[in-house]
């Protein structure tokens, strides 16, 4: 179908990212702030967002508190992003996001998600499932981002994603720690694409990867382990993406940074798009990377023009490792 959903982002734990910005940050002094900005955040809002600005037909789904939903009501609506959240009682969380404007950093203050009960947790995973199912067509991509709220397991995730791939989806993951290396346990077959950070693939892997080839044999790992796709983001130093049986090296441009915030939102949804869009593994992934580029110049969400973007694009050249 014309209108058939490409994309449905799962988000378990959002939270409402509420972005200060500050001339610089010292701790233990008083600030006064620069701006302030609210946005609907967590991992896969941020993907969704993006890949509607790319033009992908994208849904988001995951679990909202019914207390405060309005934020991310409004983000959908405005960005043409499909609502497939499913409301839970209480309030979705809010996160706090201090970007450092002279340095260039953002230093992050998680808080906690709902707490769902057995009871609670049970039926919000079938009002969810209801709610994906009829987006799901032969092809569609699910991706399953970020942390978990308390009292929700990776098994509990990984029987939704079984559940959606087996009415077509292909499936990525991005998430850390126990979580990821629960749920790559946990799904079978392995998940089509994953983006660990470098300090995640070693938690994931037990050991530390000091060198680019050292990334390069554990993402190799990963892909001979069933991952079709594997992208190690390792933020200014570049990415190692590893496909098809072999794995390439690619350097980040050299671009003012902003901020930090939302780059491996950017990667994600930029390798997704091009992949909807019929490119190689290898060509989407430096789509991708470009995308990342481009975002982290700019404090406000949301990307250039695609003509600036390809531009990016066209300085990332990989090389075969």
């Known amino acids: ?5 490409q994309v449905i982002t799962l ?4 939270a409402i990212d509420h972005t200060v910005t500050l001339e610089r940050l010292v701790p233990g002094a008083v600030h006064r702030a620069r701006a302030e900005q609210f946005e609907a955040g967590g991992k896969g809002i941020g993907v969704a967002a993006v890949l509607a600005a790319l033009g992908v037909r994208v849904a988001a789904g995951g679990w909202l508190g019914a207390e405060n939903p309005q934020r991310f009501e409004r983000s959908f609506a405005q960005a043409g992003i499909v609502d497939a959240m499913w409301r839970v009682p209480g309030r979705t969380r809010t996160n706090i996001k201090l970007a ?3 340095l260039g950093e953002t230093t992050d203050i998680n808080l906690p998600g709902i707490a769902f009960d057995p009871v609670l947790q049970a039926g919000a995973e079938v009002g969810l499932l209801q ?3 009829p987006l799901v067509g032969p092809g569609t991509w699910v991706t399953l981002a970020g942390s978990l709220p308390p ?5 509990d995730m990984a029987r939704v994603a079984t559940t959606l791939r087996g009415h077509g989806a292909r499936l990525m993951v991005d998430t850390s720690g126990t979580a990821l290396r629960a749920l790559l346990a946990a799904l079978q077959p392995a998940p089509d694409f994953i983006k660990p950070n470098r300090a995640e693939l070693e938690e994931l892997v037990g050991r530390p990867l000091p060198t680019v080839a050292a990334v390069a044999d554990a993402a190799a790992q990963l892909q001979q382990d069933g991952i079709a796709l594997v992208v190690v983001s390792m933020g200014g130093d570049g990415a190692v993406i590893a496909s098809g049986g072999a794995r390439w090296f690619a350097a980040t441009p050299r671009v003012r940074v902003a901020t930090t915030v939302g780059a491996g939102d950017a990667l994600v949804a ?3 798009g091009a992949l909807i869009a019929g490119r190689a593994p290898l060509d989407a992934a430096v789509f991708g990377m470009a995308c990342a580029a481009a975002r982290i110049q700019r404090i406000a969400p949301g990307l250039p023009p695609l003509p600036e973007i390809d531009a990016l694009a066209a300085q990332i050249v990989p090389q075969s490792i």
């Open 270 to 272: 930029g390798t997704l």
């Open 131 to 133: 709610t994906l199912v």
């Open 11 to 14: 988000t378990p734990n959002p």
């Open 1 to 5: 179908m014309a209108d058939a959903i």
């Open 100 to 102: 450092d404007a002279a």
């Open 151 to 155: 009292g929700v397991t990776p098994a």
